[in-house]
Structures are given as C-alpha cells and as structure tokens.
C-alpha cells in the first residue's frame, strides 16, 4: 500500500511541480494531504464473490481465478492470498479453502470457498511399436487383442486399455485393412473416440533351422543332404525349400566350404543365412566276416582268418590285411569270442565278433557219430531237470521230450514219441552204441554216454540223470544220420 501512495504522489508532483511549473505548493503538505484524504475516504473491503470454482486435476491453483471486486481498486491491485493447506490438486473431490483480500486502504476480507477438484480430461490413445498416424500395422496370424498394438491411458485412471470398446472384432487371419473405430471412458465419464486402420500384413520372414548349427562337419565320401543340415518354415507357407548358392565336395577334405542361404515367401520376406561345412573321415572301417557263430570241440585247431572275409574303409579302402585278430583258446569247453579290429589312417577304429561255442570232448567218441558231443553238452546242462509227462523243455523234460530236446540243440529234428524215435535212423545193437546215440526200449529212451552209462529223463517225481545200462532192458540202439 505505501509503495502505491508512493506511486500516486510521484505522478502529481510530475504534474503539477514539473510539467506545469504553475503551481508552488510545498512537496511536504501534497504528502501529508494524499495519506491522510486517500485513507480517510476508502473505509469499504473488497468483496469476495466466488462461491465455489473448479480446477483441473494436477493443476496448481490460481489466484487469479477468484472473483474479487473493490469500490475503489481494481482486481490487480487488491492484495489475494489462500489457506490451501487442506486441497489437494491430484485428489478429486471439494475442498473448503479461506481466501483473504486486502485493498489499497487496507481494508480486509475472507471467506471460505468450495474449490473442486475436476477431471475434464478424456483419455488418450497410444500406438505400440513401430505404427505411425491411424495405421496400425498387424501380423497376419497375429493376436486379435487390441491390448497388442495400442494402449489408452488417463490424466487421473492411469492405464484404462482394458476398457476399450471397439465397433468390431479384429480379423487377423488374413491380409486386409479394417477401419475399426475404438471408444475408452474414463471414471469421470470423459469418453475418448478414434478410427484407426488396421493394416494386417505377413510381417514375418521365414525362418531358417539350422539343425546342428552354422558350423558342420561331414563324413568323406558321403552324400550331402542340405535336408539333414536345414529346414525353412514359414508363418503362412509352412514349409519352403531355400535357394543354395555353393557346392559340398565330400571328397576335399579339412576345406572349410559355405553354403549362402536365401529364401522368400509369398508376401516378399526375405531371410538369409549361411551354413559352413568341413569334410572329415568320421566313420570306421566296416568287417565282414563269413559266420557270425561257429561250434567246435575243444581242443580243435581253427584258423580264425579263414572267416574273415573283407575288411573296407569309405576313404583308405581295402584294409582287409591290417585287421588284427584276437582269438580265445579253444582248449576248454564253453561259449567265448574271437574280435577282429582295424583301424584306418584318420585312427577310426572298426570290429565285429565272432561267437566261438566250444563243446565238452567225450571218452569213446566214435568218428562215424559227429553229433554225438553237441547232443551230449546239450543233455549234461539239462541234469537236475524235474520229470514231466509230455514235457519237452526246456525246463521239465518226460523220455522222449528230453531226446528231443537234445537232438534239436544240434538241428535234428525228431518225434515226440519213443516208437517215433526208434525208426528216426538206423538201429543197431546196444553193444555198439557210441556217445551220443539213442538207447531204446518199449516206452523208454535215453541218451548213450560212453562207458556203461546213459543219461535220461527216467520217470514222474523223479529227474533228468545218469544211469548204468547194465539191467535197464534196453534192446537196441539208434544212430541218427
């Protein structure tokens, strides 16, 4: 107020001391007459005519938006302060706040007004990605979700995208443009309204597999198959053959030889990729010998190499006179392998096995009965073997089924029955019976051992065992040929 009074005084001296230099009035008494008439004629406060104003949400509160008036001083000169300890500008809702108004002459008024917190502002939409302007670019296949491609947000809700409404669903199963329109209300009821067009395209390029990595590594001599190596798979075409550009030479060894890859769908994506490949000698020498099992009797004499038949390498070729054999010893009956192993030059190493089967060698073997040690090995791991009429093993055996059982061990096929048995070869006497033959009697057969002895399935209860020839009734002999 003093710098006002001031103010005023200033411009009467400039007028009337100064410019007019008609007047010789004392500076002193014109002070003293403006402070004591200005006071002494402006008795009347301001008055404060706002009841109630509304500011927008997040805005600071303006002094200046409450309706003051003065009988003498204008709304700028009339001194306006607030209590706005209680608003608060991010909380919707009304608030009581004090205003006081204090004018040129001093005098003062307050009053409480409701000051209203208010959203006017609708909410916004916003393109995710790459999208410029109303187009919105969509992958065909793509989600249909507009959560995908746009989100609305709001000066007070925040996020409000799931509460999009839209004037139709979004096709994204194949190519088109949709102009669809989207519609988003904030809780205030201020409602956002936009068009936007919808470009959905084949935005995806195919894919290149590569299966076992940029870098691979294939055998000498084979047949390359990009197949093996690459597959291109496509979002609408599904699967696609790339163009190749280079060669695969199997035979140029240790040579690093790259492969350009490039493949197009139908939309005009484009991909690319590059697959390196290295010629090795991976695989081994392959042995291939003429028996995968032989039998023999112990303490025969076998050459092993005599079974050999080749041995190839796919890069160094015949290496049949490198392999190397480690034969068993043959003195001994039992089941054991002979192993044939060669190695080419990259140290690939190959080898195959040979089942040996060694049969038990028996005391009186005659020449003329060749079976007769296979027949016997087959009836000695049979011993213990309960009795079983009509049995024939392998694991309960009755006469007949045991004879059978034996001679089948050596490929012989016979009857189940022991009249059957007697007219399976020739029949000679008992007395000139060799290991291996058949002993038989009306309703019974065995097998002859040598030295007075034979060995059967006798009867119910009891088990396969030897038993002495002498007494048993037996009336002849069969020898199967």
Same mark, same amino acid.
């Given at each position: 107020?003093?710098?006002?009074?001031?103010?005023?005084?200033?411009?009467?001296?400039?007028?009337?001391?100064?410019? #007019?230099?008609?007047?010789?009035?004392?500076?002193?008494?014109?002070?003293? +007459?403006?402070? =004591?008439?200005?006071?002494?004629?402006?008795?009347?406060?301001?008055?404060?005519?706002?009841?109630?104003?509304?500011?927008?949400?997040?805005?600071? +509160?303006?002094?200046?938006?409450?309706?003051?008036?003065?009988?003498?001083?204008?709304?700028?000169?009339?001194?306006?302060?607030?209590?706005?300890?209680?608003?608060?500008?991010?909380?919707?809702?009304?608030?009581?706040?004090?205003?006081?108004?204090?004018?040129?002459?001093?005098?003062?008024? #307050? %009053?409480?007004?409701?000051?209203?917190?208010?959203?006017?502002?609708?909410? %916004?939409?916003?393109?995710?990605?790459?999208?410029?302007?109303?187009?919105?670019?969509?992958?065909?296949?793509?989600?249909?979700?507009?959560?995908? /491609? &746009? %989100?609305?947000?709001?000066?007070?809700?925040?996020?409000?995208?799931?509460?999009?409404?839209?004037?139709?669903?979004?096709?994204?199963?194949?190519?088109?443009?949709?102009?669809?329109?989207?519609?988003?209300?904030?809780?205030?009821?201020?409602?956002?309204?936009?068009?936007?067009?919808?470009?959905?395209?084949?935005?995806?390029?195919?894919?290149?597999?590569?299966?076992?990595?940029?870098?691979?590594?294939?055998?000498?001599?084979?047949?390359?198959?990009?197949?093996?190596?690459?597959?291109?798979?496509?979002?609408? *075409?599904?699967?696609?053959?790339?163009?190749?550009?280079?060669? =695969?030479?199997?035979?140029?060894?240790?040579?690093?030889?790259?492969?350009?890859?490039?493949?197009?769908?139908?939309?005009?994506?484009?991909?690319?990729?590059?697959?390196?490949?290295?010629?090795? *000698?991976?695989?081994?020498?392959?042995?291939?010998?003429?028996?995968?099992?032989?039998?023999?009797?112990?303490?025969?004499?076998?050459?092993?190499?005599?079974?050999?038949?080749?041995?190839?390498?796919?890069?160094?070729?015949?290496?049949?006179?490198?392999?190397?054999?480690?034969?068993? $010893?043959?003195?001994?009956?039992?089941?054991?392998?002979?192993?044939?192993?060669?190695?080419?030059?990259?140290?690939? =190493?190959?080898?195959?096995?040979?089942?040996?089967?060694?049969?038990? =060698? /028996?005391?009186?073997?005659?020449?003329?009965?060749?079976?007769?040690?296979?027949?016997?090995?087959?009836?000695?791991?049979?011993?213990?073997?309960?009795?079983?009429?009509?049995?024939?093993?392998?694991?309960?055996?009755?006469?007949?089924?045991?004879?059978?059982?034996?001679?089948?061990?050596?490929?012989?096929? &016979?009857?189940?029955?022991?009249?059957?048995?007697?007219?399976?070869?020739?029949?000679?006497?008992?007395?000139?019976?060799?290991?291996?033959?058949?002993?038989? $009697?009306?309703?019974?057969?065995?097998?002859?051992?040598?030295?007075?002895?034979?060995?059967?399935?006798?009867?119910?209860?009891?088990?396969? $065992?030897?038993?002495?020839?002498?007494?048993?009734?037996?009336?002849?002999?069969?020898?199967?040929?």
């Amino acid at each position: 107020m003093d710098i006002n009074i001031k103010t005023k005084l200033k411009n009467v001296f400039n007028e009337y001391i100064i410019n #007019r230099k008609a007047m010789f009035i004392p500076i002193a008494a014109v002070a003293s +007459f403006m402070l =004591v008439g200005y006071a002494a004629t402006d008795k009347e406060k301001p008055e404060i005519k706002s009841k109630q104003i509304e500011i927008p949400f997040g805005e600071k +509160f303006d002094l200046a938006s409450i309706d003051i008036t003065d009988n003498k001083d204008s709304r700028e000169l009339i001194d306006v302060s607030a209590d706005t300890s209680s608003l608060n500008v991010n909380q919707l809702g009304t608030y009581d706040v004090e205003v006081v108004a204090i004018d040129q002459g001093a005098n003062e008024a #307050r %009053k409480k007004i409701k000051v209203t917190v208010v959203d006017n502002e609708k909410p %916004k939409f916003e393109m995710l990605g790459t999208s410029r302007g109303y187009t919105i670019d969509v992958p065909v296949k793509g989600s249909a979700d507009f959560s995908s /491609y &746009l %989100k609305a947000t709001d000066n007070v809700d925040g996020d409000v995208t799931p509460f999009i409404e839209a004037s139709t669903v979004l096709n994204t199963e194949v190519p088109s443009l949709q102009d669809i329109t989207l519609k988003v209300a904030d809780s205030s009821g201020n409602e956002a309204v936009e068009t936007f067009t919808f470009a959905v395209s084949d935005l995806e390029a195919p894919v290149i597999n590569l299966l076992h990595g940029e870098n691979v590594t294939v055998d000498y001599g084979s047949v390359f198959d990009l197949n093996n190596y690459v597959n291109v798979i496509d979002n609408l *075409d599904g699967v696609l053959i790339p163009n190749v550009e280079g060669t =695969v030479d199997t035979l140029k060894m240790d040579e690093v030889q790259s492969l350009k890859l490039s493949v197009q769908d139908s939309s005009g994506n484009i991909t690319e990729s590059k697959l390196n490949v290295v010629v090795k *000698d991976l695989s081994a020498p392959v042995i291939t010998l003429s028996e995968s099992t032989i039998t023999i009797n112990a303490g025969d004499t076998v050459d092993f190499s005599s079974y050999l038949v080749s041995a190839v390498d796919n890069k160094d070729g015949d290496v049949k006179a490198k392999v190397e054999i480690s034969a068993p $010893k043959t003195d001994k009956a039992g089941s054991k392998t002979a192993t044939y192993t060669v190695k080419d030059e990259a140290g690939n =190493v190959g080898s195959v096995s040979l089942a040996v089967k060694i049969n038990k =060698v /028996y005391a009186g073997l005659a020449p003329e009965n060749d079976y007769g040690n296979a027949v016997l090995s087959a009836a000695y791991s049979k011993l213990g073997a309960p009795y079983k009429w009509g049995a024939e093993g392998p694991n309960a055996f009755d006469c007949s089924g045991f004879v059978k059982w034996c001679y089948a061990k050596v490929g012989v096929s &016979l009857p189940h029955s022991s009249s059957g048995q007697k007219n399976a070869g020739t029949q000679i006497s008992v007395s000139a019976a060799q290991p291996g033959d058949i002993l038989w $009697k009306s309703g019974h057969v065995g097998i002859y051992i040598g030295g007075g002895k034979y060995i059967h399935a006798p009867q119910t209860g009891d088990v396969v $065992k030897i038993s002495s020839v002498s007494g048993s009734g037996f009336v002849c002999a069969v020898r199967v040929k």
